[in-house]
């Protein structure tokens, strides 16, 4: 996780250059209708029930000209590494 490394006092002269350049420009600011605050999202579950778990396939290796033996050949010899 990355630290913030931004001061409360840098945080304010960026809010005073912003406000500045907002009050030079012809543009004008309106908030939406209804919108308020970002809420959260829900807490993830921290399990995961087994039987609704995807069930993985098994990773199959290909080797250009290799026959299904020979893949299953190569799955045996990775998985004896």
Known sequence: MA???RTPAGRALDAAWLSELLAESIATVT???GFTCIK?????PVWIDPATR???KPRV????GSSVSDSERFRLMAEAL
């Open 40 to 44: 959260p999202a829900p807490p993830r």
């Open 54 to 56: 995807l069930k993985r």
């Open 3 to 5: 630290l913030c490394k």
């Open 61 to 64: 290796i290909k080797v250009k």
């Open 31 to 33: 908030r939406a209708p």
